[in-house]
Every structure is written in structure tokens, then in C-alpha cells.
């Protein structure tokens, strides 16, 4: 597959506007400034519209998407309970479904080693936008919740919490084998800003906290730790188990410390760790 060169440009303005959407979501989540709201959805609308303009979103796709964002943004905070639950809800199922890459109208953008260059070498693996759009959806709504008390005392959960899952996969006999994957920025820019950034939206900045509504902390970040393992079913039992683990601790690090990027940055230091040490993980 080989690109011209003005749709590659195209393309790596888009991600950067996506990647500016996700800092500025994570910043607004963990500080309450819930009055850039809408200059976020801005930020997130000029994203997708490039990669529309690219081809890689059909145009009633991109319409229906725009139409949500800017609703989201300008009217969530006016209604009653009653629909900001129903609004939740509908997106939670919207997430789900773009995480098994059930919404139609997207196509997966391909990564390249060189976008400048005419006929880049394409990598090995590619930037999902229905999940990432899907992540952005959630973090608007999640931008619009009462932020969650900071405490920083509890930031060492994030090195001892994740140095003791590393312990743990050694235990189980998975050897150490320190490995650099190919094209590893590129790598790297989409585990933090797609992958972790979109399912820790989902698992903890959504449904964790959707449970606590109805339950007490401990059993809802139990919950949503659970359906993150068992959403990994397709790697084996023994994979799901440490998924869990991990949910665990994502979720009580998000609890604790009040910041949905601590959780971001634990999901991404783990998902380097076992890509990066434990290469027999991904196996």
C-alpha cells in the first residue's frame, strides 16, 4: 500500500491533533476543568476531520461522530440524571463496540516508518481510530464529572504496583529477555495514546466509576477489573489472570491517587514491560 505524499501529511496532522486530544482529556478529567470542555471537542472534531478528509472515515460516519461530540460537550451538563445515565450508558456500548472494531465506516489507519517519504515502509501494525475516537467520546463525558479528590501520597502504587506484576510473570517462568521492537516510537505512540488511553476510559474512567454509583469502591474496581481480564480471554486463562491483576491495580491507583493519568501511565509501563522483558507474554 503506498500513499502520496500530501495524504501522509494529512494523516500525521491528524495525530497530532488526536494526540493533543488525549493529553488535554487527561488533564481536564484530573484537574475539573470542566470549563475547556468544549475547546476540547473542537480539538477532537479538527482530528477527525482530517482523517475523513484522508478517506480513512466515511462522511456519514464523521457526521454522526461530530453531531455526538459537540452534543456531548454543550448539552450533557444541562440534562437531568435520568439521561446523563442513558447518555453514559449509550456510550459505554459505543466504546464496546469499537474495541472489537464493530463500528462501520472506519477504516484502520496504516503507520509508516517515513510518512515524508513517497512509499514509506509500512509497519507492522496500525492505529485503530474507531478506538481511539470511541476513548475521546468517553473522555468527554468523563471531563464533565466531578474530578476525583488528588492524592498524591499514594503514587508509589505505580512503581511498587507494577514492579510486583513484573515479579510475579517471573515467577510464573516467563523468562527476562530485554528485546527493542521494531519501529518502536511509533510503537509506543500508539500503546499510550490509543490502547491504554482508550481502555482505561472505558474500565475505569467509565464503568469503574459508573459502578461506584451502585456499589462500594472496592467491589466496582473489582468488577471492572474482572471484564478487563476476561475482554483478554482470546490470549489464555493464564493471561487473563494477570489482566485482572492488572485491572486491579489500575483501578485502585485511579481511586487512590484521583488521576485518571496515573492509571493511563501504569496500563502503558506494563504494556511496555511485557513487550520489552517478557517478549513470551505476547506468544
Known amino acids: 500500500m503506498v500513499l502520496p505524499q500530501s495524504q501522509l501529511v494529512l494523516l500525521a496532522l491528524s495525530q497530532v491533533f488526536y494526540a493533543t486530544s488525549v493529553m488535554l482529556t487527561l488533564w481536564i478529567i484530573d484537574s475539573g476543568k470542566r470549563q475547556y470542555v468544549p475547546h476540547l471537542a473542537t480539538i477532537i472534531a479538527f482530528g477527525l476531520l482530517g482523517f475523513t478528509a484522508a478517506g480513512f472515515v466515511a462522511l456519514p460516519t464523521a457526521i454522526v461522530a461530530l453531531i455526538a461530540y459537540t452534543t456531548i460537550a454543550?448539552?450533557?451538563?444541562?440534562?437531568?440524571?435520568?439521561?446523563?445515565?442513558?447518555?453514559?450508558?449509550?456510550?459505554?456500548?459505543?466504546?464496546?463496540?469499537?474495541?472489537?472494531?464493530q463500528v462501520p465506516g472506519i477504516v484502520t489507519v496504516p503507520l509508516y516508518s517515513k510518512w515524508w517519504e513517497h512509499g514509506s515502509t509500512l509497519?507492522?501494525?496500525?492505529?485503530?481510530?474507531?478506538?481511539?475516537?470511541?476513548?475521546?467520546?468517553l473522555g468527554l463525558i468523563a471531563a464533565q464529572f466531578h474530578?476525583?479528590?488528588?492524592?498524591?501520597?499514594?503514587?508509589?502504587?505505580?512503581?511498587?504496583?507494577?514492579?510486583?506484576?513484573?515479579?510475579?510473570?517471573?515467577?510464573?517462568?516467563?523468562?527476562?529477555?530485554?528485546?527493542?521492537?521494531?519501529?518502536?516510537?511509533a510503537f509506543l505512540f500508539v500503546n499510550l495514546m490509543e490502547t491504554?488511553?482508550?481502555?482505561?476510559?472505558f474500565f475505569r474512567g467509565a464503568l469503574q466509576r459508573e459502578l461506584m454509583l451502585y456499589l462500594a469502591p472496592v467491589p466496582a474496581i473489582i468488577i471492572a477489573a474482572a471484564l478487563f481480564g476476561l475482554v483478554h480471554i482470546h490470549r489464555g486463562w493464564?493471561?487473563?489472570?494477570?489482566?485482572?491483576?492488572?485491572?486491579?491495580?489500575?483501578?485502585?491507583?485511579?481511586?487512590?491517587?484521583?488521576?485518571?493519568?496515573?492509571?493511563v501511565l501504569s496500563h502503558f509501563l506494563v504494556n511496555v514491560a511485557w513487550i520489552m522483558l517478557f517478549p513470551s507474554m505476547g506468544r
Not at 75 to 97: D, Q
Open 74 to 101: 454543550t448539552v450533557y451538563a444541562t440534562l437531568s440524571e435520568f439521561w446523563k445515565r442513558h447518555v453514559r450508558y449509550g456510550a459505554m456500548l459505543l466504546g464496546l463496540l469499537a474495541g472489537f472494531h
Open 123 to 137: 509497519l507492522a501494525f496500525n492505529f485503530p481510530l474507531d478506538k481511539a475516537y470511541a476513548g475521546l467520546l
Open 147 to 185: 474530578p476525583q479528590k488528588q492524592n498524591w501520597r499514594y503514587i508509589w502504587l505505580v512503581p511498587v504496583g507494577v514492579g510486583g506484576l513484573l515479579l510475579l510473570v517471573r515467577l510464573l517462568g516467563h523468562p527476562l529477555q530485554f528485546t527493542i521492537p521494531e519501529y518502536a516510537a
Open 196 to 201: 491504554c488511553f482508550a481502555e482505561e476510559l
Open 238 to 263: 493464564e493471561f487473563v489472570a494477570l489482566a485482572t491483576l492488572s485491572g486491579l491495580l489500575y483501578g485502585f491507583i485511579y481511586r487512590r491517587t484521583g488521576m485518571l493519568s496515573l492509571s
